[in-house]
């Protein structure tokens, strides 16, 4: 048996526990009841109140002696006598049921509508008669006035089929595309029908016509809801003559008065689930909904919630046991839930012994689970020693910490704090002491917490004191250091004001600011109350003057405090600036220290043949370029160089040259660094150059005088000689 509390409801669970399976010998069984505790402490109300699968509906018989449930696998049917408390038959069907229905007073008329559109009657000995339906069906209702059975399913129309007479009977035409579910008034026996399109029509049997329709869609639909799809009827139920509950495929439950197409309270599950069961509880007033997921008790005049269960798997649907605190569900599990809350009502005549139980767990309350673990956040383990421990099964991960056995906890709390114990008796006995003083005379002290916020607030307090004896209007409010509920703040030192921490350095110019102000406001109120009893030309001119004089003094004041708000902020500034340059020396010093430990051996070795210092080598990477130890001081000297410096400096190197020109003005031509890719791309040009040199051949060989002169003297001696 599980107890859990909801909303300071007690909810028994009676079904919990572990289940012996079916093929186990009776020998079996009884070994393990003998050796297994949570089996010796489980409560089995009825033997064997579960499903081979899954179980789809549960109904309970008007006489309340008989709980009837549908399920798989194979579809079958089982009832249970509760006078007995054991299984009373089993019948297996050729379909699944879709929808059964108690037809008499205990489980002898039974009626079944089948998935494969068929309709079964059963009696008391087993199968009596089946027939079939035109469309598949969702659900239907027994008319006792007229012995007809209303069924609605994927068709626009609702079939009759009257039992009296054997055969179907006219149907009755509805605006709508399908038809989910049906309900008849107990009362007055007015039929319901909710569509696929929101709606409920309303039906009279006798004359069979339609009386009234309710667009329930677009009364679900609120500010906060967000629209997915269009909300289809998935429940009906009717509650004495005028009260209708409708349950919709979005998560809503809309509870409705005949007489108003509006509905009286719209109620919300906010799992945009269909609702699968609605239930009325006369007693409490209490509308009893329930989707997959919940079941929700809820008043069904103020909709305030009155408590809430939530089982381990999923709903298939809910029947309460009449004229009592118990009701059963049908799960997509094997076993079916049974629920005991003694708030509703007495437990049932055939299991009154529950009132007994309940009532001695009340009077002996048992520890609950978290009474045995100790939650920890990360920081807790840290001071405990316990990181290590992480992902470990001693520690199981919850929201922003862990959940860990009390035992250990306590037991590292002892090895890591020893003396704790001392320390709490010591401080147990100072606060004996200092409430036994509390009755001698009392002088006017600071507490030994927080002097200077107490000494502050004291006088705060005398300033309003006297300013209140001075307005006549009889005791001053009580301040804080006479206020009970903020005395712990001068005596714990755990609320000490850390006045170096850099919050309070930035308020305190805030703080201070409104102390000001706070107390100039107190003098100009009793400057005024004094010149109250001076003439009315006197008074003006006095409150003029103060006005600016006030004035002033503000401009002042904030000016003075801004000034102190940016020194605060400067001094913050350099604290943090030396903080990180003291953590990057001890990283260095730390890095060090860690070279020197790897290299101990090394240096041991050095000091054993009489060298302390020796010389030190470094590695250089491929491709980069050694350069002297002196360069980084030539740089940070041409740095701090100025500008005609380092000219001179590069006219010396040949990097750069001034040059007078004829007009008065300088020319400065300079060369540029190249980089290194460059020095190679003119070396390179360079070998080329010189190869094609070394390569090319002289054509001296070639020419002579002779031919230079025949040349010469063929040119010269065209114009003259012979033709």
Not at 228 to 256: D, E, M, W
Not at 335 to 357: E, H, Q, V
Not at 566 to 571: S, Y
């Amino acid at each position: 048996m599980q107890i859990s509390s909801v909303n300071d409801v007690k909810i028994y669970n009676l079904s919990y526990g572990k289940s012996l399976p079916e093929w186990l010998s009776d020998r079996k069984k009884r070994q393990l009841q003998k050796k297994d505790v949570d089996i010796q402490r489980r409560i089995e109300l009825i033997q064997d109140f579960e499903m081979p699968t899954v179980c789809t509906s549960i109904k309970v018989s008007r006489d309340g002696q008989y709980v009837l449930a549908a399920g798989t696998y194979k579809p079958r049917i089982r009832c249970f006598d509760t006078y007995q408390l054991s299984q009373k038959f089993e019948r297996c069907l050729d379909s699944e049921v879709v929808a059964f229905d108690i037809l008499s007073d205990d489980y002898s008329k039974l009626v079944f509508l089948l998935g494969d559109r068929y309709v079964e009657f059963h009696s008391q000995h087993g199968y009596y008669y089946k027939t079939r339906i035109p469309k598949f069906g969702r659900d239907f209702s027994y008319h006792y006035p007229s012995c007809d059975l209303f069924f609605v399913g994927a068709s626009s129309e609702v079939f009759r089929l009257n039992l009296e007479q054997g055969r179907f009977l006219s149907s009755l035409q509805t605006d709508a595309v399908e038809n989910n579910v049906c309900d008849i008034n107990p009362v007055h026996h007015l039929l319901a029908t909710g569509t696929s399109e929101g709606k409920v029509e309303c039906w009279d049997p006798r004359v069979r016509t339609r009386v009234g329709m309710l667009d329930c869609a677009l009364s679900s639909l609120t500010e906060e809801s967000e629209v997915h799809q269009l909300p289809a009827i998935s429940s009906l139920k009717f509650n004495g003559s005028l009260s209708l509950a409708v349950g919709t495929s979005t998560g809503q439950v809309l509870l409705y008065d005949l007489r108003s197409s509006q509905p009286l309270i719209v109620k919300d599950h906010f799992y945009n689930l269909p609702i699968k069961s609605l239930n009325f509880h006369d007693q409490m007033d209490l509308v009893v909904s329930a989707d997959s997921k919940i079941i929700k008790m809820w008043n069904k005049d103020s909709a305030k919630i009155f408590s809430t269960i939530e089982p381990q798997c999923n709903i298939n649907d809910v029947c309460m046991y009449p004229q009592s605190g118990m009701l059963f569900t049908a799960n997509e599990d094997p076993k079916m839930n049974t629920f005991y809350i003694p708030a509703l009502g007495p437990a049932p005549r055939w299991c009154s012994f529950l009132d007994n139980l309940t009532e001695e767990l009340e009077e002996s309350p048992e520890c609950t689970v978290y009474d045995d673990y100790k939650f920890v956040t990360r920081k807790d383990l840290d001071n405990l020693g316990l990181s290590h421990l992480v992902g470990s099964s001693l520690l199981r991960a919850y929201m922003h910490g862990y959940f860990m056995d009390i035992r250990l906890y306590h037991k590292v709390k002892q090895m890591a704090n020893p003396f704790a114990y001392e320390e709490y008796r010591k401080d147990k006995i100072r606060q004996k002491i200092e409430e036994s003083r509390t009755h001698r005379v009392q002088l006017k002290k600071l507490p030994a917490v927080n002097q200077e916020l107490a000494l502050k607030l004291m006088q705060e307090g005398d300033e309003e004191d006297e300013l209140s004896r001075r307005k006549k209007k009889g005791k001053a409010a009580p301040t804080i250091l006479g206020d009970d509920r903020f005395k712990v703040m001068f005596e714990n030192p755990d609320y000490q004001v850390d006045q170096q921490s850099e919050e309070f350095r930035l308020l305190n110019p805030i703080v201070s600011k409104v102390g000001q102000k706070r107390k100039k406001k107190l003098r100009l109120l009793a400057k005024q109350m004094e010149a109250s009893q001076k003439e009315a030309e006197d008074e003006e001119a006095e409150e003029e003057e103060g006005r600016a004089s006030s004035e002033e003094e503000s401009s002042d004041d904030d000016k003075s405090w801004v000034e102190e708000v940016r020194e605060q902020r400067r001094l913050l500034h350099q604290e943090h600036r030396e903080r990180r340059w003291q953590q990057r020396k001890e990283q260095d010093r730390n890095t060090i220290l860690l070279e020197t430990q790897q290299n101990g051996e090394k240096t041991a070795s050095t000091a054993r043949g009489g060298n302390t210092r020796g010389p030190q080598f470094y590695q250089l990477k491929s491709g980069e370029e050694f350069r002297s130890f002196n360069d980084l001081a030539r740089k940070q000297k041409l740095q701090k160089a100025s500008l005609g410096e380092r000219l001179k400096l590069e006219e010396h190197s040949g990097a750069s040259s001034v040059v007078d020109t004829a007009v008065g003005s300088k020319q400065l031509t300079f060369t540029l660094k190249k980089s290194d890719q460059q020095r190679k791309q003119q070396q390179a040009e360079r070998d080329h150059h010189e190869e094609r040199r070394k390569l090319r051949r002289s054509a001296g060989h070639l020419s002579s005088a002779r031919g230079r002169g025949r040349g010469r003297g063929r040119g010269r001696g065209r114009g003259t000689g012979r033709f």
